[in-house]
């Protein structure tokens, strides 16, 4: 058993690209992911899960089609399943997903901003 | 459908017992809780999931029966289902909890520790 406490600074330190979360711990079949986020993101939904973001620096938006939340450092949100959402940061954010494991983070939006789920656990 | 951030300040603001979690948000049938705690709570296990700890101000230890964890602001913890575990801190921690919904905080060992889930969603 591993007593060493997950430091989501030190996480983030390892990387720089965005978009492409990194699985940080693991709870039953969920997993944690930290990514940095900026710029714009796809139009997705995930048809079979909720979806988590927690903010730790910075402040990003959440489009929907009819709406929009504001989320900022020591915020959170759950996107319903198969609500389509596209995420938005005008300055990089870093964020904590949660969700499933196996979640794509485009959903069926299969493209350039597919990222594979590093596993750092 | 709700475009309202879960600000975790705010909904710590909204209370000062110490191991009463609030439940601000599910995924799933995941809960999120905000707790306050300080002090030293009971030995205790789940014997059917895992429970995530997310430091969100202060710092705490979770004893194991054969070693410690210590998690400050900005740190993660998941104990693993069937662990024997009990939280201390010395002086008040504000803490996220992840876990499924129904779990008792104090596992099997009911007491004096034991809270009610309050619901705040």
Same mark, same amino acid.
């Given at each position: ?8 600074? !030190? ?16 709870? !039953? ?19 079979? &899960? *909720?979806? &988590? ?9 959440? *489009? ?5 939340v504001n989320l900022s450092e020591g915020e959170m949100y759950v996107v319903p ?23 794509? !983070? &485009? ?6 901003? &597919?990222?594979?789920? *590093?596993?750092?656990?």
């Amino acid at each position: 058993m591993n007593y060493q406490a997950i430091n989501f600074k !030190n996480k983030l330190g390892l990387f720089d690209e965005h978009w492409s979360p990194k699985v940080v711990a693991e709870m !039953n079949d969920y997993q944690f992911k930290v990514v940095k986020i900026q710029g714009e993101f796809v139009w997705h939904d995930h048809a079979d &899960t *909720d979806e &988590t973001f927690i903010v730790l620096a910075g402040s990003l938006r959440i *489009d929907f089609k009819d709406g929009f939340v504001n989320l900022s450092e020591g915020e959170m949100y759950v996107v319903p399943k198969g609500i389509e959402h596209k995420p938005y940061a005008e300055h990089e954010a870093k964020v904590l997903l949660i969700e499933p494991r196996g979640v794509v !983070n &485009t959903g069926d939006e299969i493209g350039g901003k &597919t990222a594979e789920n *590093d596993v750092w656990i």
